[in-house]
């Protein structure tokens, strides 16, 4: 009911709401600006872009229900924006605009359904789609090994993925104590346990408030996902990997990171949590068996992504 009184409440605003919204104020990559707004008031901000395809925004230490507003190229509206999580209360909101313009502006709008105080962050990064690699940039490696209290051998893989994926979307640091409280929040365990795609993306839900979901879907949908910036954690059976596992103890379900792809060199590319550091190429003839073991299937991979 809330959230109907809130959408009746913006269109009638947007009515007669000016589409100018005055003064854009300008942001640094990862800098937090914070500022206090009026109900009913609307705050433009804007990024230049420069070399980048790829810009991260983020509402956050809210005090009040205010709404979060981004696009491409000009001033976002009531009616016209890229993305607009509109969440209720004060949950933080992001939004994540792939192929961003380069060597232009990305704008972000924040409206104020109540009168309060925020912080906006904006973050630039730049996805290698150039010569034989296709790669996702800056993507954050964690590994499991360093859980702690779990005498040398833990189940951490898909959370340990997961969070990486989080900490990607919301351009953080990973760490391995974040990710054993989401084995704890959803496993019970802070070593974790045998655990599926499904329950490492509900503890990207529940921790985070991104909007993670956990499907099948296709090797030509992988691609564009990478393409497009987009990491994904896939579900693999370990040993099929052969030499270029980082364990030789473990043999069953695994996840990893998928970062890239080399269609010229036949690889993908990988952040593999059991190993010492990221980015492990991994032959495709043998990266797609290990998959399809995982899936029973050679036309799908059992994927996790934040969209």
Not at 42 to 53: S, V
Not at 62 to 88: E, H, I, Q, W
Not at 165 to 193: H, K, W
Not at 217 to 226: G, H, Q
Request: net charge positive.
């Amino acid at each position: 009911m809330r959230t109907f009184v809130k959408s009746a409440i913006i269109l009638a605003l947007s009515a007669f709401a000016s589409t100018s919204y005055g003064y854009v104020e300008g942001l640094n990559s990862g800098a937090v600006a914070s500022s206090y707004l009026n109900r009913g008031n609307f705050k433009h901000y804007r990024i230049y872009t420069g070399n980048n395809d790829r810009v991260i925004v983020q509402l956050s230490s809210l005090t009040a229900d205010l709404d979060l507003y981004v696009k491409k190229g000009s001033k976002p509206t009531f009616n016209s924006y890229n993305c607009r999580p509109y969440k209720s209360g004060t949950s933080a909101e992001s939004c994540v605009i792939n192929n961003a313009p380069r060597n232009s502006y990305v704008y972000v709008g924040v409206h104020a359904y109540q009168s309060g105080r925020y912080g906006v962050r904006a973050t630039l990064s730049r996805s290698n789609n150039q010569g034989s690699d296709v790669r996702v940039r800056n993507v954050p490696f964690l590994s499991q090994r360093k859980a702690y209290n779990c005498k040398g051998r833990n189940y951490l893989c898909g959370f340990t993925s997961a969070n990486m994926l989080s900490s990607f979307y919301y351009n953080t640091r990973p760490t391995i104590s974040f990710t054993q409280d989401m084995a704890q929040s959803e496993v019970g365990n802070r070593c974790g346990r045998m655990s599926t795609s499904s329950q490492h993306a509900k503890s990207v839900r529940n921790m985070t408030n991104a909007n993670a979901v956990s499907r099948f879907i296709s090797w030509d949908e992988l691609k564009r996902k990478i393409r497009n910036g987009t990491p994904v954690s896939v579900t693999l059976i370990y040993k099929e990997l052969g030499k270029y596992r980082c364990s030789q103890w473990w043999t069953k379900g695994h996840s990893v990171v998928v970062v890239g792809f080399s269609e010229s060199r036949g690889e993908w590319i990988i952040n593999d949590p059991l190993c010492s550091s990221g980015y492990k190429r991994i032959p495709s003839h043998l990266f797609r068996r290990a998959v399809g073991k995982a899936t029973n299937s050679s036309y799908y991979v059992d994927a996790v992504y934040i969209r």
